[in-house]
């Protein structure tokens, strides 16, 4: 039987894509992108109407380096259900400025012209933080760019890249265009000084230009200049002190972006909300090495920032450990940090964020990824019959504990599934040479077996088994089992 998840993540997303193009009654490829972005309950509704004859010769159409796409056997394994006409609105405020979804445009490479943000904002975007504008002349090396990938996916990515290099004047011509053509979209300006004059005038710049907000840049960890970017964000009192100034000289929200170059957040952060900071955003990429002799500028190496689907776990920290500080308690977060999916978005949400901004996954998929963001958490509001984004917001607080008040006294064992299992062993290798030998292997019928009377519940075997055929069984008391 296919596995939708993996035989969707091996499409490679083509643009006008082969495989739509010769089906008239439907779109395989949105389809297929539904699965990839963890919506395969709704995929069905764009292939309902095509024939198998349609979807066989879409198959065999795809574009690949190996072979193609299963496309029947992957679009007939998805579900059908249709977005509800009645379906949640998405629409949320933050910082009192109205927001039609909270999707927005992190501050970077996806948005640095006025024709890269009209067309996001087109697409469906709530709207954007600019690209970090400042008054120094930035010259950027070749190339900028890195990633660790996982097949064709990027596992995270290394990003070289500075600020703005527009003249400031056209940078905030940009702005005030697109506030003037888009006036229910949210237009933020991302700005960096280097001094007191330089915050403020950038800021009032901003103001002038119509933004509704200004996201002050405490974080950019590849600044070439001493006392910018992260230089800022690892001191409270500069966070404090610039935070101010930018405060007493605008009447729109100021927004300073943290970076997680840092041991505890809490610290410059706290300088931004006594310094009278609206919200804040969170994180910056994270300081990183790759050493790909191909990313070498003139053969040299340096550090630079890290973003991508392996910091989405650093960056949720980052926020909690805000979202829970009780000094902090009345602060607005926007969140950043691994979002590609509607469900990374949705764990943004539930720790307190009112907003998410994304940028490594539009870099490697497209403005495109807001159909499916957007699609696959009013599917989920519908499902838990939740009517407003509001609702979500911060709701899995509650749920955080310190290590020792964790529960200690029970257990959940795995459980194998026969039909499931294909006998690869993989389970029985990684318990017997990284977990507690808790699990045998018959090399006859290739089948494991899970001992109980070894077994921890560390779930290791859950996490290496290829098929999801390992499943938790009820919790119950350690003493009913461990006599």
Excluded at 52 to 75: F, G, N, S, T, V
Excluded at 206 to 214: I, L, N, R, S, T
Excluded at 263 to 282: L, V
Excluded at 418 to 446: L, N
Aim: proline fraction near 4%; charged fraction near 25%; glycine fraction near 6%.
């Amino acid at each position: 039987m296919i596995h939708i998840h993996d035989e969707a993540a091996r499409c490679l997303l083509c643009a006008d894509a082969p495989c739509s193009k010769v089906c008239n009654n439907g779109d395989p490829a949105r389809a297929i992108r539904a699965i990839r972005f963890d919506n395969a309950e709704l995929a069905g509704q764009w292939v309902a109407e095509c024939t198998d004859d349609e979807l066989e010769q879409a198959e065999q159409a795809c574009i690949h380096y190996d072979q193609p796409i299963r496309i029947r056997e992957l679009l007939r394994a998805a579900g059908s259900a249709k977005a509800d006409e009645n379906s949640p609105a998405l629409d949320i405020d933050f910082c009192g400025i109205h927001c039609e979804n909270p999707f927005f445009l992190a501050s970077s490479a996806i948005c640095t012209n006025y024709e890269m943000v009209a067309r996001a904002l087109e697409m469906g975007w709530a709207g954007v933080f600019y690209k970090t504008i400042c008054k120094q002349e930035i010259r950027e090396v070749s190339p900028r760019f890195d990633a660790l990938k996982t097949g064709t996916s990027f596992a995270g990515f290394r990003n070289m890249e500075q600020l703005s290099e527009n003249p400031v004047d056209v940078d905030f011509d940009i702005l005030r265009r697109l506030k003037q053509n888009y006036p229910s979209k949210v237009i933020v300006a991302s700005i960096m000084g280097q001094i007191e004059e330089e915050w403020i005038e950038l800021a009032k710049m901003a103001e002038e230009a119509g933004c509704d907000a200004v996201e002050l840049n405490f974080s950019c960890p590849q600044m070439r200049l001493a006392g910018m970017g992260s230089d800022v964000g690892q001191n409270p009192e500069l966070v404090t002190f610039f935070t101010a100034y930018v405060k007493r000289s605008v009447k729109i929200p100021v927004i300073p972006k943290m970076t997680p170059n840092i041991t505890q957040i809490n610290n410059p952060a706290m300088g931004a909300y006594f310094a009278g900071a609206d919200a804040i955003s969170a994180i910056n990429t994270i300081k990183s090495i790759t050493m790909s002799p191909k990313a070498a500028v003139t053969d040299k190496l340096t550090v630079s920032g890290y973003s991508g689907k392996a910091v989405k776990p650093i960056a949720l920290r980052h926020v909690y450990e805000m979202a829970s500080n009780p000094i902090m308690k009345n602060i607005e977060l926007s969140g950043i940090g691994g979002i590609e999916t509607w469900r990374d978005a949705l764990e943004y949400i539930q720790l307190g964020c009112r907003n998410v901004q994304v940028c490594t996954a539009v870099m490697e998929y497209g403005y495109r990824i807001i159909d499916d963001l957007v699609d696959g958490l009013r599917h989920y509001m519908a499902g838990r019959h939740i009517d407003q984004v509001e609702k979500l917001v911060g709701e899995q607080l509650k749920n955080f504990v310190l290590p020792s008040d964790l529960d200690r006294d029970t257990i959940v064992y795995p459980k194998i599934d026969r039909d499931k299992c294909i006998g690869c062993g993989r389970c029985y290798t990684s318990c017997s040479d990284g977990g507690h030998q808790a699990i045998t292997f018959d090399t006859t019928t290739r089948q494991p077996h899970i001992v109980g009377t070894k077994c921890v519940g560390c779930h290791l075997c859950r996490l290496v088994c290829p098929t999801g055929a390992i499943d938790l069984t009820k919790r119950i008391e350690k003493k009913e089992h461990r006599q």
